[in-house]
């Protein structure tokens, strides 16, 4: 069935490092989501991307949002341990009236 | 302003047993949605509920269950518990339904099934 893959399951960076995380769909998607959860801790919203191509900054992160809106990527820039947790897309699409969270990206910082 | 809260914070049931889970939505929102999160699934939909209807559901057998109160609060029912329930259970709210704006979560229910 459909659902959102997400790459790499894992990452350790040395702080300073650049991060990124992709996130893949087998259908169109209507929008997708991110959210950061800290280890222990629950999800939190990050952003939302809608339109075809959408590119959003939130300071030392860049969301973008792939032209045929199959495809995302969060990327970090110089990481610091404060970026430490679970990185998680989460995709709906309208033709299956589905809601689908990636599995995730673990992202450790080593300072 | 109070952010979503859950309780209880974690539960031990026994297989077979049922369990009711409850969540109470940041003022005026009025979408609740659930969640299931274990290690191997990762974070899984279960369902949606905007004024007191279930709007969208995910891919759950029906021993889960839920409802949403006038007052937008919402309950999650789990009936004939199995070992694999055991898992944390997440639910989040928005100002409305539909997955077109972010949701803020809870800090969860950790269920444990003995």
């Known amino acids: 069935g459909q659902q959102v893959m997400q790459i790499p399951q894992y990452q350790h960076v040395q702080e300073g490092e650049d991060f990124t995380t992709y996130c893949n769909s087998s259908?169109?998607?209507?929008?997708i989501q991110w959210y950061k959860q800290r280890p222990g801790g629950h999800p939190v919203f990050l952003i939302q991307l809608v339109k075809s191509g959408e590119v959003k900054k939130q300071k030392r992160l860049t969301f973008q949002f792939g032209e045929a809106k199959k495809n995302s990527s969060l990327h970090i820039t110089a990481t610091q341990t404060t970026d430490v947790g679970t990185y998680f897309c989460?995709?709906?699409?309208?033709?299956?009236?589905?809601?689908?969270f990636g599995s995730g990206t673990k992202l450790n910082v080593k300072p | 302003k109070a952010g979503v809260t859950q309780t209880p914070r974690y539960l031990i049931k026994t297989r077979g047993q049922q369990v009711t889970l409850s969540c109470s939505p940041i003022?005026?929102?009025?979408?609740v949605s659930w969640y299931q999160q274990t290690p191997g699934q990762g974070l899984q939909f279960l369902f949606e509920?905007?004024?007191?209807?279930?709007?969208n559901k995910g891919n759950f057998p029906g021993r889960f269950s839920g409802r949403q109160f006038s007052n937008s609060r919402s309950e999650m029912n789990v009936s004939t518990l199995e070992l694999g329930d055991s898992a944390l259970y997440l639910c989040?709210?928005?100002?409305?339904?539909?997955?077109?704006?972010?949701?803020?979560f809870g800090s969860g229910t950790r269920l444990t099934v003995v």
């Open positions: 989460a995709g709906f699409t309208y033709n299956f009236n589905k809601f689908y």
């Open positions: 003022s005026g929102h009025r979408s």
């Open positions: 509920y905007f004024s007191e209807t279930q709007r």
């Open positions: 259908t169109t998607l209507s929008n």
């Open positions: 989040a709210s928005s100002l409305a339904a539909g997955f077109d704006r972010g949701y803020t």
